[in-house]
């Protein structure tokens, strides 16, 4: 056991490369995108609206002068200050301008709105009772649509099962955090994933937005505040030793997925039922985005009318978290260059709107059901469904003689099953984590943070397993769910197992393409723990989210498998404690085992090649 520290001057020269949480939702990417306003726009400011409960929640409204007696609204949501909206250009006045009436909320407790705050805390009821008051003010047509991003973008999707017969029409943009992975608490508001807690971006978002104390602003502690903190323990009342404010943070991280707890928060379930159009819209480097894909299919499958089941559409970038409308004909995300993925974003929301609210056949629901960006082949392209049905999953197994540590090791990905192979082993020390590098996570406003970056020095690290296939001579394009199914063992009662999958090019630079993690504790289902036994083989499965990634020909394959992704994930102490109550850590040696009794694979799913 050790102490917890500060962590080494090796560990902190790795976190040049990793994630800190500035979270901003009226972006300058927003500024002139909406086409020439048709209409002046007059401003209502701090409109009171009354909720179910008595509480009033403060409302911009933005007004088209002249634009008719009878108008259609937008309502935007957000937890962030509806007043920064106020200042053109903005989404507001961008819509407004063409002829909605939108009303701009501060959620429950925050800001000028009345009641206590608490993440998500009744917004599925809030976002209900709104729309049933645009939608009987005397300048209503009776239809109303919502918008935004992120959060704004969450509080969408929880009012959704609600089915207020006035909402006509959604843009959720990545709003992957709402979904609880449809009730199997895999996955929770962006904080929890697969037993881990996304440490990074969690402190900043819990430190800048997530206070509960109403009226106060936004605290902006800055990167080099938050980055002193990671490394200390415990993980409860982290945010206060930051100089945070009172926030959900330490009930988040301190009560087990087992909880009931959870289900205050009301998140997606497989029996929720539903009945609105909706444009999702998200990202490959999002950290939501197979929950994005999630909610498009359950919005179909759930749906109470022909109408809402066939009036689903995604589209899908290869961008950052709310950043896929800024993406021009030179994308690049952190350092990979990935062709023109520019779209034609606003038309398609007017175009929406225009059709839902307004009622003008305008050919928008004539579109494929989704539009995805093909990052290597670096086009747009149309399907119609999700996972595509003409998807082959394809096992990649990992081989190796024993030492594949590194990427000078000689760990190998094929999909010929393996024979008599001895198992590979390193050492995890959580003094000593894997740094994190790029990755699919969100609103970091560090430039190197967000996206793909050259995994390479990573891969010189002995507790980084790397398993490769040979030069590729035909292109393999990978789109659709991924996942690694590995047979691990520990010396620990619980631990970590990571898995990140890597683009290498032909020059050898190894861009990183997805990745994912898993809590050993929670390998038999996220509602229960069970713990290791020393050295005894288990399989575990690792959700890898989603791609669409073509490895074109010269290009190699790549997993790397290890115990760590720090500071994106919360360290496992490896005790089979509770991990956020304890400041002392035990070093695991882990092993993954990759032999015909057990194998160990990534299973790809591989689109054929016309």
Not at 96 to 115: I, N, T
Not at 129 to 142: E, F, I, K, M, P
Not at 512 to 535: H, S
Request: include cysteine; glycine fraction near 8%.
């Amino acid at each position: 056991m050790n102490s917890n520290a500060s962590g080494t001057s090796a560990f902190r020269a790795g976190l040049a490369v990793a994630v800190v949480f500035v979270c901003t939702h009226v972006s300058a990417a927003y500024q002139q995108s909406w086409p020439e306003p048709k209409y002046q726009v007059r401003i209502e400011k701090d409109v009171m609206v009354k909720m179910r409960d008595g509480v009033r929640l403060a409302a911009d409204l933005y007004i088209p002068v002249g634009a008719g007696a009878k108008l259609p609204a937008v309502l935007i949501r957000t937890p962030y200050n509806k007043a920064p909206y106020r200042a053109a250009p903005s989404d507001a006045h961008g819509l407004a301008g063409q002829g909605y009436v939108v009303a701009v909320q501060d959620l429950r407790g925050k800001y000028q709105s009345e009641g206590d705050y608490s993440e998500y805390s009744g917004d599925a009821t809030d976002g209900y009772d709104t729309v049933d008051w645009l939608s009987r003010q005397l300048w209503s047509n009776g239809k109303v649509g919502t918008y935004g991003c992120s959060y704004l973008g969450d509080v969408q999707i929880l009012q959704a099962p609600q089915r207020h017969p006035n909402l006509k029409a959604m843009i959720p943009q990545a709003a992957g955090a709402s979904v609880g992975s449809a009730g199997d608490r895999y996955y929770y508001y962006g904080s929890r994933k697969a037993g881990a807690w996304e440490l990074a971006s969690g402190l900043g978002w819990y430190a800048n937005a997530g206070s509960r104390v109403r009226g106060q602003p936004a605290h902006e502690l800055p990167d080099s505040t938050l980055r002193k903190f990671w490394m200390t323990l415990p993980l409860f009342g982290m945010v206060q030793r930051a100089g945070g404010p009172l926030t959900d943070w330490d009930d988040l991280v301190s009560h087990e997925l087992g909880d009931p707890w959870w289900d205050r928060f009301g998140p997606l379930r497989n029996d929720h039922r539903f009945n609105v159009p909706a444009l999702h819209i998200d990202s490959w480097y999002d950290y939501g985005v197979a929950e994005v894909l999630t909610e498009f299919n359950l919005f179909r499958t759930n749906a109470d009318s022909e109408v809402a089941r066939d009036n689903q559409f995604a589209v899908i970038s290869p961008g950052n978290h709310c950043q896929s409308e800024s993406l021009t004909e030179n994308t690049v995300i952190g350092k990979r260059e990935l062709g023109s993925a520019r779209f034609d974003y606003y038309s398609l929301y007017l175009k929406w709107f225009d059709h839902w609210l307004k009622g003008e056949d305008n050919g928008v629901t004539a579109r494929p059901k989704l539009m995805l960006y093909i990052m290597g082949r670096n086009q747009w392209r149309a399907e119609q469904e999700w996972p595509l049905a003409r998807t082959r999953f394809t096992r990649y197994y990992l081989h190796s003689d024993g030492h594949a540590n590194t990427q000078s090791g000689n760990g190998t990905l094929s999909t010929a099953a393996p024979g008599a192979e001895p198992f590979d082993s390193y050492k995890y020390d959580p003094a000593e984590p894997v740094p994190s590098l790029g990755g699919p996570i969100c609103c970091t406003g560090n430039s190197e943070a967000e996206g793909s970056y050259d995994q390479s020095t990573v891969e010189t690290r002995p507790d980084v397993l790397v398993y490769t296939t040979p030069v590729l001579p035909d292109g393999v394009e990978v789109t659709g769910p991924l996942k690694a199914v590995l047979s691990v063992s520990s010396s620990a009662r619980d631990t970590d197992f990571t898995a990140k999958l890597v683009d290498v090019y032909p020059d050898g630079k190894a861009y990183n393409v997805q990745e994912g993690i898993l809590r050993a504790r929670y390998r038999e289902g996220f509602t229960k723990k069970v713990w290791m036994e020393p050295d005894k083989i288990y399989e575990v499965t690792l959700d890898l989210e989603v791609t669409a990634n073509y490895f074109g020909p010269g290009h190699r394959i790549r997993v790397e498998i290890s115990s760590s992704n720090f500071p994106r994930f919360d360290r496992n102490l490896n005790t089979g404690g509770d991990n956020y109550s304890e400041t002392k850590w035990a070093t695991a040696q882990n092993r993954i085992h990759h032999s015909a009794a057990h194998p160990s694979y990534l299973l790809l799913p591989v689109i054929p090649q016309n």
